[in-house]
């Protein structure tokens, strides 16, 4: 089966290397020449456990090309899915151009049945409304078929989602778009990963549901955390007993300063849209974007019980990406929290394992110094904040780190170090929720 996969993002890239190992032959296009470039010297432009391998070895295989030209992929390929980004535009609806002249562009090249499939995250009606649209361009016989296949790839452990999803979901307009995807998944059929199969909005929306429910439950159980720091009560605990309730589960139950990244925030506003033009409110969903807006205020109130005011304080902060393994720093809330300290007129000592120039571009400001590793960055720290909890920081010397700081206080706003232990060490602790 030959694919063409356009948009090498994260979920294009993921996608097609992914179809590569499971025996297809991919072809994956954008219009950045630069990009292009380097993934065809097997150089994948951002950091994600794994990939590099992939890409490296099926390009070198043959079995993964990568092209600037939309037309050769699409007359070469059966089966077109379309990975490109929808962003948020100021009102929260996504920004669908590009789904609409990718769109375009496979009208202008079609020579034979081609099934399109919409793997970005847009709203209900957008994949018909795709297909409308390539076939007001080439006379309503086009011979295609639109689909919908969310993806659910987590950042960081991508490659490990798309090879054993919880579920594939299928939209398609008729039987024909569905056998055809079942086909392209058929290995992971046979290791019997659950398939839903459905219509085009259906699909659409599960997307949307399943991002916003998780986001609900981290703006929950942050909420309850909250509630623990004010009567003296571990989250952690509570957190658990939540999730031996097979109905909650214990998943997406981990406190912290809020969620980011480049889905949450996006499909969440989408969605609360989505509702306001059916006239249907999602005060939950719009409720739980409202507390995770101010939940990265809870490192300031932490770094305030600890230091006072914070003017003029030097704080040292661990992890800049929106979460580990990624250098995404997309609506990140390490970087919110960097932001806010420097709006409080704080010096910041910053340090990330994946991430330092896209940061320095966005935090740039004389008060801010990127160092090299964790122990440079607490130097004559007064205060140091964990905001994204990679591996690096679990296993520190952490009496080293004491020693090499001013002050003694501990922010950890992703609650991964031992209490006992970290004072036993002469720190001042705060982490979120925790007695
Ligand atoms: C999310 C979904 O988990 C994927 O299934 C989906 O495919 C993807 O969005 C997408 O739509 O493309 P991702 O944004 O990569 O994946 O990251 P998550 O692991 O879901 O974490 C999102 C944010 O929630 C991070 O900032 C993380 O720190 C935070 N989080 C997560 C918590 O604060 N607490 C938790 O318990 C879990």
């Known amino acids: 089966m030959k694919l063409a996969i356009v948009g090498t993002g994260y979920v294009g890239l993921v996608t097609g290397s992914g179809f590569a190992d499971l025996g297809m032959e991919v072809t994956c296009v954008d219009i950045d020449e630069g990009r292009v470039r380097q993934l065809q010297s097997g150089q994948v432009p951002f950091f994600e456990p794994g990939l590099q391998d992939l890409v490296k070895r099926y390009v070198a295989r043959g079995r993964l090309r990568f092209t600037r030209d939309l037309g050769s992929a699409v007359r070469n ?85 798309f090879m054993r999803p919880n579920r594939v979901i299928i939209g398609t307009e008729t039987e024909r778009g569905a056998r055809i995807l079942k086909e392209i998944y058929r290995p992971l059929y046979l290791i019997e990963t659950p398939f839903v199969f459905t219509t085009l909005e259906t699909a659409e929306l599960i997307k949307y ?23 003296n009560i571990d989250v952690h605990i509570v957190a658990k007993a939540l999730g031996m309730d097979r109905r909650i589960g214990p998943k997406f139950l981990h406190p912290g300063p809020g969620f980011g990244g480049s889905c ?25 974007l409202r ?31 929106f979460k580990p393994n990624t250098n995404d720093i997309r609506e990140s809330t390490a970087i919110v929290i960097c932001q806010a300290l420097l ?70 706003s992703r609650n991964v170090y031992d209490i006992e232990m970290v004072k036993s060490l002469g720190f001042r602790y705060f982490g979120v929720g925790r007695r």
């Open 209 to 231: 549901a399943a991002n916003s429910f998780l986001a609900v439950k981290i703006s929950y159980i942050n909420e309850i955390a909250n509630l623990c720091d004010a009567l």
């Open 77 to 161: 390929a059966q089966v077109v899915f379309i990975t490109v980004g929808t962003p948020s535009l100021p009102d929260g609806n996504p920004d669908l151009s590009q789904i609409e002249s990718v769109g375009k562009e496979i009208a202008e090249n079609l020579d034979s049945f081609k099934l399109i499939v919409m793997k970005s995250t847009a709203p209900v009606g957008t994949a018909r409304r795709l297909g409308a649209l390539i076939r007001s361009q080439r006379g309503p016989a086009a011979d295609i078929e639109v689909a919908v296949n969310p993806e659910f790839l987590r950042e960081g452990s991508a490659l490990e989602d």
């Open 343 to 412: 709006k409080e007129g704080c010096r910041l000592r910053a340090y990330d394992p994946e991430v330092c120039a896209e940061a320095q571009a966005v935090l740039n400001s004389e008060r801010v110094c990127f160092c090299r590793g964790p122990l440079e960055t607490a130097e004559a720290a007064d205060a140091v904040v964990l905001a994204t909890e990679w591996n690096e920081f679990r296993n520190l010397d952490l009496a080293e780190v004491k020693r090499a700081m001013r002050g003694d206080v501990l922010v950890d």
């Open 291 to 321: 507390v995770n807006a101010r939940q990265h205020q809870v490192v300031l109130y932490k770094l305030r019980q600890g230091l006072g005011a914070l003017e003029g304080k030097t704080i040292a902060v661990w992890g800049l990406s």
């Open 264 to 288: 949450f925030p996006k499909d969440c506003r989408a969605l609360v849209q989505m509702g306001r033009q059916a006239n249907v409110e999602l005060s939950l969903v719009d409720t739980a």
